[in-house]
């Protein structure tokens, strides 16, 4: 099955610069990887995902890439603000059935005002 | 719209009792998922409803756990016998299908944080 590395646990930056969380996974087959965010008392939201068609996507401050070569897959969060603070976690999975995800551990991120 | 909704939102009890977690999924969400979250871990994945088809039930832990769907909307994971180790944060989560193809986003709801004394 599907196992999902994640690092680091936890990561804090200052305010206004950039956050980088790393996620690898194993299965070849795996083509749909979501990074979601869990604020303290709260379900995980989607904040961007991505297809192994592609090796980048960006939504705003948000980016993720893609290395299906090596199996990693990135989130960059640039000009971090406080409201950012919360628990990423990656996941993998295949499409065009219903399948669970694989997620990893997870990254406390906290930005330093 | 709404979205995916979860009661109790706490829950304690003490250990040997039973609980009942409900789910109410996104209107029209085909497939339905649980996971369970432990104090700072990620989620682990527990079962999965598809429509009409047998759920996967892989990841439940122990037969001490179960879920059904009714109708194809709520669902309902059972704890028997509980014991301290299932506290937790169990999270439920649904997704819609499109195009006769499941898709893979899943929208989670807040969660039920469980607490075994």
């Known amino acids: 099955g599907e196992n999902v590395e994640q690092h680091p646990s936890t990561l804090s930056v200052q305010e206004g610069d950039s956050a980088v969380i790393k996620c690898t996974y194993s299965?070849?087959?795996?083509?749909?990887f979501p990074w979601y965010k869990q604020e303290l008392g709260k379900g995980p939201q989607l904040i961007i995902d991505?297809?192994?068609?592609?090796g980048e996507k960006k939504d705003q401050r948000i980016a993720v890439t893609l290395n299906k070569t090596a199996k990693h897959f990135s989130l960059h969060i640039t000009e971090t603000q406080p409201e950012d603070s919360a628990v990423y976690f990656c996941a993998a999975t295949t499409s065009g059935s219903a399948r669970q995800l694989t997620f990893g551990s997870g990254t406390q991120l906290t930005v330093l005002p | 719209g709404a979205g995916v909704s979860q009661s109790p939102s706490n829950k304690v009890t003490e250990k040997g009792k039973d609980v009942e977690l409900r789910c109410d999924p996104i209107?029209?969400?085909?497939?339905l998922y649980w996971y369970r979250q432990s104090l700072g871990q990620g989620l682990e994945f527990l079962i999965y409803f598809q429509g009409n088809s047998a759920p996967d039930k892989s990841g439940l832990p122990s037969d001490r756990f179960s879920a059904e769907r009714t109708g194809g909307s709520v669902s309902t994971l059972t704890i028997q016998r509980t014991q301290q180790e299932d506290s937790a944060v169990y999270l439920c989560a649904s997704s819609p299908i499109a195009g006769g193809l499941y898709q893979e986003t899943q929208y989670f709801g807040p969660g039920t944080r469980l607490l075994v004394l």
């Open positions: 209107s029209g969400h085909t497939a």
């Open positions: 991505i297809r192994s068609n592609v």
């Open positions: 299965d070849s087959a795996s083509n749909y």
